[in-house]
């Protein structure tokens, strides 16, 4: 069975703090792929980012940076020097290769205040 | 490039009501998918179709639920008859192909059954 876990309901910092947001999955196949996903305020599913089990090279894209660690099945997000633009729920999602579901988590909403 | 369009935006309406929730995915993509959100369930796949055809509607909720596809770059979702319960937005996604390809997803519709 495919399951996303995102045990951090809800996350408040002040602008300018760094935070990390944390996903675990759990697949029995060993080609799958993830993703995240980021729902603002306006209530739209916007595509973050997504890298394939064999890819474990970690991402930055300006403030944004992803670390995969196949070894305890995580696949968390960074967020440096939060803003308050920032402010959303995060989703991350699974799907294996030979799937067309996409599995998400409960999702994180983060607060961030100025 | 233009992105998965949704309409309405916004429906109120009745219980009993029919209602019909549209979408025109990305073109070239082959698959388009339905969800549901709401507060205590997240997101759920309704339905999925591969090159306009229905490949798994385990997610609908009831009879009352059904979807079409009837060409390429037109889908809808109609609900016959209303409920309160089914008060939700209503996602669209659409991507070339699963596996690597992120889903894009619409704006969502937001209905309200009263």
């Known amino acids: 069975a495919q399951k996303v876990t995102q045990a951090q309901t809800e996350i408040s910092v002040v602008e300018k703090e760094d935070v990390t947001l944390d996903c675990v999955y759990e697949t029995r196949d060993t080609t799958y792929y993830l993703f995240w996903y980021k729902q603002p305020p306006s209530g739209e599913l916007v595509f973050l980012i997504r890298r394939n089990s064999f890819d474990e090279q970690n991402e930055i894209s300006g403030r944004y940076s992803w670390n995969f660690q196949k070894s305890t099945s995580s696949f968390n997000f960074t967020i440096t020097a939060s803003q308050v633009v920032d402010s959303a729920v995060y989703f991350c999602?699974?799907?294996?290769?030979?799937?067309?579901?996409?599995?998400f988590g409960t999702g994180t909403r983060l607060q961030v205040f100025p | 490039d233009a992105g998965v369009i949704q309409s309405p935006r916004h429906e109120v309406t009745e219980m009993g009501q029919e209602v019909t929730l549209r979408c025109k995915p990305i073109s070239g993509h082959d698959y388009l998918f339905w969800y549901r959100q709401t507060m205590m369930r997240g997101l759920e796949l309704l339905i999925y179709f591969n090159n306009n055809v229905p490949i798994d509607d385990s997610g609908m909720p009831e009879d009352r639920f059904s979807a079409k596809m009837p060409n390429a770059s037109f889908s809808t979702l109609k609900i016959q008859p209303s409920e309160p319960r089914d008060s939700a937005v209503y996602f669209c996604?659409?991507?070339?192909?699963?596996?690597?390809?992120?889903?894009?997803f619409g704006d969502g519709t937001r209905l309200s059954i009263l």
């Open positions: 996604a659409s991507s070339p192909r699963t596996g690597w390809e992120p889903q894009h």
């Open positions: 999602a699974l799907r294996a290769y030979n799937t067309d579901k996409l599995i």
